[in-house]
Structures are given as C-alpha cells and as structure tokens.
C-alpha cells in the first residue's frame, strides 16, 4: 500500500496534490523542487521537508510523483536513479511509456482540473486519470486516488491525450473569451460584474443539457443582420472581428447540417 | 404604477420574463404570439388570455413588452397602434430610437441572461439593463425591474450593445468550445462527464479573479511543443486545428506583453 510519497515539484498541480494527499493522511518524505524557496514553501504545509538538489532527493517512498512541466520531466528523470521505484507523472499531455526507460513500475496519476497555488479547490470532485505499466501498479494507484476522489477512472494515454487537448478548450480558451468579453464592455464603462451571471449560468446549463443542444444564438440561426451588426461594432478591432467570424462560422457549420 | 403588462411574444425570454413578472404579482392581461399554441401555452403559466391576432391585442395595459426576435419587431409594430402607450423592447441588439416612431413612451427592459423555455433561472441575480425616453418612464421601469431583480442598471444603446455581443463570447461561444471539447473526447470513447468539473471550475475562478490573470495553459506562455502536439493531434479535423491555433494565438498576443 502506497503510505509514503516523495514529490518532485512545487508548482500549481504539485501544490495542489500534495495538499490532497497530506489531507487524506499520506506521508509526503520530501518536496523537491529546482527553486529552493517553492519547494520550502510547499514542504511546511505538507509537514516535509524541503530540496532543491536532486542528488538529495529522498529515496525511501513508495511512490515517486512527478509534478512537473513536460519539457522538465525527463531531464530530471536523466539525472536521477529510480531503477525499482514506482515512478508516475501528472500530465496530460506526455504519454505513460515516456516513463519506461526510467523504471520497471511506473504509471500516470493525471488530476483532470485547472490548479492554482491560491486557490484550493474540492479534489472530491477531481476526475483522477489513471494508468499504469502492470495491473498490480494500478490497483495500488487506484486506492490512492480514491483517497481523494470519488471519480478514479482509468484512462489510456491517447485517451488522457483527447482529454488534455478538450481541456484547453474548456478551461483556457472559455477563459480567454471572459477576458475578450471583459475587453468588450470596458470599452463602453459597463462592469464586468455584470456578465458574472451568465457565466455561471452557461456553465450550469451544461451540466443538464448537451451543449450541442443548448447552443443559441445569432450563429447558430445564421441571423446576417446580427452577425453583421456585431462586426461593426468591432469595426476599431480587427482581431476580435476576425475571432468573431471564424467561431460563428464554426458555430453555424456545426449546426447547419442538423 | 406599473401594474398591468400586455406580453407580446411568447419564446425564451418572454416565457421567462413573464413567469417572473407573473410570480412577482404583476398582471398579464395577454399573451401575443404569432403561434397560437405557443401563446396559449405561456398564457395557461400567466394566468393570462391568448391571441394570435394583432387587432385583438389587449389595449388596457400600463406597459406593453415587446419580446421578440430583432426583425420581427418593427414588423408588428408598423401593424399596430400603440400610439400614446408605454412600450418597451427586451433585445440586446437594437437601440432604444427604433421604438421612438411609433410611441412617446418607451424604453428598454433588457435581461442579461441566456433563457431556455424549459429551465427556469434566479431572476434575483439577472442585471436587468433599463433605458428610457423620459426619467419618469426609468423610474417607472425601475420599480418593475426591481420586483425581480436585485441587479437594475441604468445601461445606454450602445453599452447595451457592448454588453450583447460580449455575451455571444461568454455565452454562444464558450458553449460551442464545450461542444468542441465534447466531440474532441468523445472520438476517444471518453465521457464528457469528465469535463464537467473542469467546466464548473473555469467559470467559478472567475468569479474571484480576473480572467485576463487565471489565464494558464500552452498558448498564453507560448509552449510550442505542447501546441504542436495538439495540432499533431487534430491532423485529421482541420476546422478544430484552424480555431485551435486561431484563438491560441490571440490568447498569446494578449499576453505577451504584459
């Protein structure tokens, strides 16, 4: 059984994991981290200890995760000696076997959420993608993550790839668009605490309906008058104009056939 | 005082403006849709007459609300005469001086919301954004507004205008990225369910913090490698590559400077 657990990194993710994990009674050995400030920072609140020198790195846990950016991963990985351990990466976006040369035992511990340090949020919630080289290893990623979650699923890495990929549709992308819409009403003294309400409720929505078919509007309708009306009134933003149709047209190509 | 309401229209927004006027005591003489089944139906929720006959229209209310679509609007209005009467329109897109032709009276009584026939929404937190011709008629829609909401603003045609378009993004268009996502993971048997935290997530974050600073992700720090694998990703569905690196590049631009 997985009890004892050495984190390598101290960024959003990392921060976030190791916050559910010490809650959920895991003995976090140490937080590694190349900045030495993040990685203390992090260690108080998971009651461990602080490294930035690899060759320091704690080496008597059961499970080894690395939280890290994709393009750190693996020079880590070369510096360090894991033969034998269970190693796991959190991302989305690397395949499993990416891990293989590194470890016989080795897996994906992929929380499907937008993390930030500040901002704790419920990891009850939190889809936890799971994969792993050996049955065994998943069934020992599997009790670990339904420590923390209600939702633990296994998830291929092509698969863990649509989801990473959908979600920069649905998080950074929807989020730019707040930051577009906020753009738009500032323009003309409105706050954007009046948008707030439609957010959520669009949100809400589809949580019951298909997004599919909860999709309104002046694209949907191809309403020209509106569409029309709407790039005029970008006539000074060429960008946002060009935004504008090309999501319209993407809206009403989806739809026209249906 | 605003007491007796003849509804003309009978779709999204009517049938919620109306169940919301109706429960806040307001007396709907008469529901008008070109439909007569449509009329009946949200006349039946109102307590209210139908008619499906302009020269029918019940001429005894304090205000009469035009709830329709943009081009239907004045197409009704030239059928009718409504010449001394308090009238209002609920859209988005059209300034306040298209009514001024066919009355002395009117205004604007727009609810900045996405509304579905069947899902009922808190009017308590819809901002509902008022123009009028005369400050006695604002003052007048005030108290009306102020029946159902906690959110009255006193907002112009062309801020009315910024705040409609700003909701086509934060609505329509962030409604079809979750369509997107929905069909980008769904090719790899995953279920959207999965998505949703992420959904709720997103919205709720800006709830608390700007968008432009929540935003995270591949585009906004420029990681090439993770956005060429996603394109790699979406070879065969070229529309998505073209929105993917379309608004990837508009969230980088936004960003790189600051």
């Known amino acids: 059984m997985i009890q004892k657990v050495t984190l390598v990194g101290a960024g959003n993710l990392a921060t976030q994991l190791g916050k ?3 809650k959920s009674g895991i003995d976090i050995l140490q937080v590694y981290s190349r900045t030495k400030s993040s990685a203390e920072l992090l260690a108080k609140q998971l009651g461990s200890q602080a490294t930035n020198e690899l060759h320091e790195l704690n080496m008597q846990a059961d499970l080894y995760i690395f939280a890290l950016k994709d393009d750190a991963l693996e020079r880590i990985l070369k510096q360090i000696d894991v033969r034998g351990k269970f190693i796991v990466h959190t991302a989305g976006s690397l ?8 470890s016989d035992s080795y897996g994906v511990f992929y929380p499907l959420q937008t993390f930030s340090k500040q901002r704790d949020v419920a990891f009850e919630q939190i889809p936890m993608c799971l994969e792993a080289a050996r049955p065994e290893l998943l069934a020992e990623l599997k009790k670990l ?10 998830i291929s890495s092509a698969q863990r790839q ?3 990929l959908a979600a920069v549709f649905t998080n950074n992308f929807v989020n730019h668009f707040y930051h577009l819409s906020h753009q738009i009403v500032k ?3 409105v706050d954007f605490e009046l948008l707030k309400p439609l957010i959520t ?11 599919f078919d909860a ?3 002046p694209a949907k309708r191809f309403d020209e008058a509106i569409i029309q009306k709407h790039l005029n009134f970008l006539s000074d933003q060429p960008e946002l104009q060009e935004i504008y149709s090309f999501v319209s047209k993407s809206i009403f190509e989806a739809h026209k056939s249906k």
């Not at 395949?95 to 590194?102: E, H, W």
């Not at 993550?145 to 296994?154: D, F, I, M, T, Y």
């Not at 409720?201 to 997004?211: F, S």
């Open 145 to 154: 993550a339904e420590r923390l979650s209600g939702k633990v699923e296994e």
């Open 162 to 164: 649509s989801l990473h």
């Open 215 to 217: 999709q309104t509007g």
């Open 95 to 102: 395949p499993m076997r990416i891990l293989q040369p590194y």
């Open 20 to 22: 559910a994990l010490y």
């Open 201 to 211: 409720e669009t949100a809400a929505k589809v949580m019951e309906i298909d997004p």
């Open 187 to 189: 323009k003309y003294g």
